[in-house]
């Protein structure tokens, strides 16, 4: 409605309370006129309510209503298909690398990784462990650890064993390092369990959640399709998922 009524987009939306306090009061008379916005105290709008004067107040009302109700909507869920692999002319999809590079490069406080492999992902890494760094951003990771051949002794020391492992392997930038978060099921032999999820979540608002992995096949080479989703309230589920798995034992610390 304020895009297409002359005006209201330069009116503050506490000017636009006062007009229906006034309304709910019967302070006003019968149509917009100008002694009546300056009795209110709108002479500084007054250019932007000329388009206005002579209106009966109840259409007027129901317009400022429209335009109170469009300000305080929450704002629509941006969804972008995202995409490795060859694309035809028309298409519109964003390119894996580049949006998990914008998500780590914009990221400010946290972030939230689910992955299943990492090989050769140095270079896709690299901005996160930037924004570590330089920003102080908190990282979580969620990763597959294969399973073990025999069932070990001690399964915590084999967990933690194998997750220094993969921070060996796929973590060569040192400190700070992600908080690492594995399916104690892997100390279990032939559990075929996997972790398999691939998913971002940065500041608790945007998402990514795809089929590529987080190798340089998965983001160069192959064809995988993913969903960039610029939604509070689905980021906070997304996260709060695997918050809840952890504490119910689902994933452990490594």
Request: proline fraction near 6%; charge should be neutral; include cysteine.
């Amino acid at each position: 409605m304020s895009g297409t009524a002359p005006g209201f987009s330069r009116v503050s939306t506490p000017d636009l309370e006062r007009v229906l306090r006034a309304l709910d009061e019967g302070r006003l008379g019968p149509t917009v006129n100008v002694p009546a916005l300056t009795h209110l105290k709108l002479h500084h709008v007054m250019d932007s309510m000329a388009p206005y004067l002579g209106l009966d107040w109840a259409t007027f009302r129901r317009m400022i209503e429209a335009v109170l109700a469009e300000r305080t909507r929450p704002p629509a869920t941006k969804v972008s298909l995202v995409w490795t692999g060859p694309e035809t002319r028309a298409s519109a999809a964003r390119d894996t690398a580049v949006v998990v590079r914008d998500l780590f490069e914009g990221a400010m406080w946290h972030v939230l990784i689910a992955g299943y492999s990492f090989e050769r992902g140095e270079a896709i890494l690299a901005p996160l462990h930037a924004a570590m760094r330089d920003r102080g951003v908190k990282v979580e990771m969620f990763v597959h650890l294969d399973e073990a051949e025999v069932a070990p002794i001690d399964a915590e020391w084999f967990l933690r064993t194998q997750a220094a492992a993969w921070r060996g392997r796929y973590w060569p930038f040192g400190e700070p390092t992600p908080t690492l978060y594995v399916d104690p099921r892997a100390a279990v032999p032939k559990s075929y369990a996997s972790l398999h999820a691939k998913c971002i979540v940065v500041d608790g608002r945007r998402a990514l959640v795809g089929s590529a992995n987080f190798t340089d096949r998965g983001h160069a080479r192959n064809i995988e399709a993913g969903v960039l989703i610029d939604d509070t309230r689905f980021a906070e589920e997304l996260t709060r998922q695997f918050h809840d798995a952890v504490g119910a034992g689902l994933f452990v610390a490594g």
